[in-house]
């Protein structure tokens, strides 16, 4: 009786310390535990990063967004899958609820020094490249850009280490990360503050091309899944003015998910949007083409 106690106390605390793990493909931020030289370059931290990532999960988290001038709090719960197949992974972010957001989504699929390519859904009959434009939008009416899901900066190349930092206990290597010639982006500079020990990336400021700072993105809490890697648990945005604030915090997490591969499907996707009454008195299909044929990403 005392040893199944044990036993399910145990597997308790683990299931807490992934919880937020389902967070880290916004920032590339899984990591390999250790110390790390103080003669490790730039390049050599964030290729530690990188190479850590988590290869396959499911989860579920919530977006929640206070806006200071209001008082008012909203909140959205969204389920997130990445799946990697070689140097290809393919994210989903989906909101859940409340009711009338259910069934939008995100659909990123980033490759190793590619930018990222996708999709944002919103309805049955509204599907749109993430072209630059649209990449510039909110992430589901919070203070994140969609942009910001990607770790697009993690392949700029010459990164540069610029000092040191304490943030969340650990002293972090300073990085900033700069645009090539061409690249489409709504960001100038891009500065990250990387803790070694863990691989992870605690904070990321975002600038934008008017040299301005646009918006701070930092893990509030930091946790060991396993024996080999740390991982966020929760994540904030805030922008210069504090006039709101966003929290992205993993509610659930199952890194040992299988995810498949038609998840990842807009006809699968699209499935999530309820019929509402006129579309059910109405001879229209709900779902329009748009949504079963795959756009080229």
């Known amino acids: 009786m005392l040893g199944s106690r044990l036993t399910d106390i145990m597997a308790g605390h683990r299931r807490k310390a992934r919880l937020g793990e389902a967070l880290l493909c916004l920032l590339g931020m899984a990591g390999a535990a250790g110390s790390a030289a103080q003669s490790e370059t730039a390049g050599q931290l964030i290729d530690r990063v990188l190479s850590n990532r988590l290869s396959s999960f499911s989860g579920h988290a919530r977006l929640v967004r206070f806006d200071a001038k209001t008082g008012k709090e909203e909140t959205k719960r969204l389920v997130l899958k990445v799946r990697r197949e070689g140097n290809t992974t393919k994210v989903l972010y989906q909101i859940v609820s409340p009711a009338p957001a259910a069934g939008q989504a995100v659909l990123l699929e980033l490759e190793d020094k590619r930018p990222a390519r996708g999709v944002l859904v919103e309805g049955p009959d509204r599907i749109t490249p993430l072209t630059p434009r649209i990449m510039e939008q909110p992430f589901f009416g919070s203070d994140l850009r969609?942009?910001?899901?990607?770790?697009?900066?993690?392949?700029?190349?010459?990164?540069?280490?610029?000092?040191?930092?304490?943030?969340?206990?650990?002293?972090?290597?300073?990085?900033?990360?700069?645009?090539?010639?061409?690249?489409?982006?709504?960001?100038?500079?891009?500065?990250?503050?990387?803790?070694?020990?863990?691989?992870?990336?605690?904070?990321?400021?975002?600038?934008?091309?008017?040299?301005?700072?646009?918006?701070?993105?930092?893990?509030?809490?930091?946790?060991k899944a396993d024996r080999d890697h740390w991982t966020a648990r929760s994540l904030s945005v805030t922008l210069p003015d504090r006039n709101s604030r966003t929290l992205l915090e993993g509610t659930s997490f199952d890194r040992d998910a299988i995810v498949p591969a038609a998840d990842f499907e807009l006809k699968v996707i699209c499935a999530a949007f309820k019929q509402s009454p006129d579309a059910k008195s109405s001879s229209k299909k709900v779902f329009r083409p748009q949504c079963v044929e795959e756009p080229d990403l």
């Open 146 to 223: 969609i942009e910001d899901l990607t770790d697009d900066f993690l392949h700029w190349p010459d990164p540069e280490i610029v000092g040191n930092e304490m943030i969340l206990g650990c002293l972090c290597r300073i990085i900033e990360s700069r645009p090539p010639a061409g690249t489409e982006t709504g960001y100038l500079l891009v500065r990250s503050g990387v803790c070694p020990r863990m691989a992870l990336p605690l904070r990321v400021e975002r600038v934008g091309r008017d040299a301005k700072l646009t918006r701070t993105l930092k893990v509030e809490r930091a946790a």
